[in-house]
């Protein structure tokens, strides 16, 4: 229960640290720190308004996909805690309901008979597809180096300690950080900023949600920022003692938030060509770290 209360807080600041790093970056005073979750707020006091075009299918998936991701949460431990939901292939089961959310708000999209928002749901199903074997050569990689199969086993198995494993750790973080990225539609897969329906993904599958519904889409982005996080703080605090932990949990989040407020000040936005080539280059940055498992375990013929 300790990573969920810790992901919570997360989420609150995640996103507005990064839109006060790209403020600074650009020479702006910008918003507060809290003014995402302040929006989010008014748009939970606000009614929902359905297109007559859809079906009961748009009006429950902002709820689906919300769930999804709170229940991927349940998984995630934090050190020596378990998360809520602890079991072997635990892994598996969190890669399978953010995928369940998705497809929900991928058939949502399509529901509104836009041309559009069909078009956004098309490139975000296939930039979920090629961001999937990355996940799971990821963690089978760690499986197969900790020797178990579920979160808290993997993370409290591993022991940071030569070069080696130093490389792995920081290969699995750019993994992890990149697949949070193309998972949240950011840069440089997608601008959030942009407002050219030929050229967005996420933001144009919910330009007919409003209300309620688009507060929950919101606050379900939030967390899963802070999902992807805490996986990354779980690689380095391994079983160290919670006086330790916590600090570093909430310093690696905050490092994890001015560096992608960094690269979406910094660097533009890839061709919707080059957007495949890019994550599936992900998969091969997996397979490096797969290797180096091997070379570690010394399975190498």
């Known amino acids: 229960?300790?990573?969920?209360?810790?992901?919570?807080?997360?989420?609150?600041?995640?996103?507005?640290?990064?839109?006060?790093?790209?403020?600074?970056?650009?020479?702006?005073?910008?918003?507060?720190?809290?003014?995402?979750?302040?929006?989010?707020i008014r748009l939970?006091?606000?009614?929902?308004?359905?297109?007559?075009?859809t079906s009961f299918v748009f009006q429950i998936a902002p709820t689906i996909y919300f769930s999804s991701?709170?229940?991927?949460?349940?998984?995630?431990?934090?050190?020596?805690?378990?998360?809520?939901?602890?079991?072997?292939?635990?892994?598996?089961?969190f890669a399978y309901v953010l995928a369940l959310g998705k497809f929900f708000s991928i058939i949502a999209a399509m529901d509104?008979?836009?041309s559009f928002e069909g078009m956004g749901a098309s490139r975000e199903a296939l930039y979920s597809m090629f961001a999937e074997p990355a996940f799971f050569i990821l963690m089978g990689s760690l499986a197969l180096l900790s020797g178990h199969t579920s979160f808290q086993e993997i993370f409290a198995a591993l022991h940071i300690g030569?070069?080696?494993?130093?490389?792995?750790?920081?290969?699995?973080?750019?993994?992890l950080l990149?697949?949070?990225?193309?998972?949240?539609?950011?840069?440089?897969?997608?601008?959030?900023?942009t407002h050219l329906?030929?050229?967005?993904?996420?933001?144009?599958?919910?330009?007919?949600?409003?209300?309620?519904?688009?507060?929950?889409?919101?606050?379900?982005?939030?967390?899963?920022?802070?999902?992807?996080?805490?996986?990354?703080?779980?690689?380095?605090?391994?079983?160290i003692p919670y006086e330790y932990a916590i600090p570093s949990f909430f310093a690696i989040q905050f490092m994890m938030a001015v560096s992608i407020g960094l690269i979406e000040s910094f660097m533009?936005?890839?061709?919707?060509?080059?957007?495949?080539?890019?994550?599936?280059?992900?998969?091969?940055?997996?397979l490096l770290i797969f290797f180096g498992v091997l070379l570690i375990l010394q399975k190498f013929m």
């Open 197 to 239: 329906e030929l050229t967005m993904i996420h933001e144009v599958m919910i330009l007919d949600n409003s209300g309620f519904d688009l507060g929950l889409i919101l606050t379900a982005g939030y967390l899963k920022f802070a999902v992807y996080g805490a996986l990354i703080v779980n690689l380095f605090i391994g079983v």
């Open 112 to 114: 509104t008979g836009s």
């Open 162 to 175: 030569s070069q080696i494993s130093y490389a792995l750790a920081a290969l699995a973080t750019f993994v």
């Open 44 to 53: 939970f006091r606000k009614g929902v308004v359905f297109s007559e075009t």
């Open 1 to 40: 229960m300790l990573s969920v209360f810790l992901i919570v807080i997360a989420a609150i600041f995640f996103t507005g640290i990064i839109i006060r790093t790209k403020s600074l970056a650009s020479g702006r005073k910008g918003p507060g720190i809290l003014q995402p979750i302040l929006d989010v």
């Open 178 to 193: 990149m697949i949070a990225m193309i998972e949240s539609s950011r840069m440089p897969v997608d601008d959030p900023k």
């Open 69 to 93: 991701v709170v229940m991927a949460m349940l998984v995630v431990p934090f050190g020596q805690s378990r998360g809520v939901l602890s079991f072997n292939g635990d892994f598996i089961f």
């Open 268 to 286: 533009a936005r890839f061709r919707m060509s080059h957007n495949p080539q890019f994550i599936v280059a992900l998969t091969s940055v997996s």
